[in-house]
């Protein structure tokens, strides 16, 4: 078992900045990749980025690509999420997420742990 913790959420104005952290521990030397998720109110969680920590390859959601960055640091078993020009449609609690499956990474249900959330509001 996995537990992470997400930190760095907040409230921001439009084409703001934020860092969010997730610090993982536990069997983390199980984990096939690990991933964003982000849920705004009335909505379904949703992927927005993930990031295979064998090979370092990362996938987004077409929402965010050029706008969000996705890293790991094993060292520290901290992964990141450096959102940069953000927008009021990016605002919802925004949950770290691992898996030890394959799959489609933006698939909810193959994530066997996951973190408490932090909220990003960003208003316009």
């Known amino acids: 078992q996995v537990t992470l913790v997400e930190s760095g959420g907040g409230s921001v104005q439009a084409e703001g900045s934020l860092t969010l952290s997730c610090q993982a521990s536990?069997?983390?030397?199980?984990?096939?990749?690990m991933t964003w998720f982000r849920q705004a109110p009335g909505k379904e969680r949703e992927g927005v980025a993930s990031i295979y920590p064998e090979t370092g390859v990362t996938y987004y959601d077409d929402s965010v690509e050029g706008r969000f960055t996705i890293s790991l640091d094993n060292a520290k078993n901290t992964l990141s999420l450096q959102m940069n020009n953000l927008k009021p449609e990016d605002t919802g609690n925004y949950f770290c997420?691992?898996?030890?499956?394959?799959?489609?990474?933006?698939?909810?249900?193959?994530?066997?742990?996951w973190g408490q959330g932090t909220l990003v509001i960003v208003s316009s």
């Open positions: 997420a691992a898996s030890t499956r394959g799959g489609v990474w933006r698939f909810v249900r193959l994530y066997e742990d």
């Open positions: 536990g069997r983390t030397d199980r984990i096939a990749y």
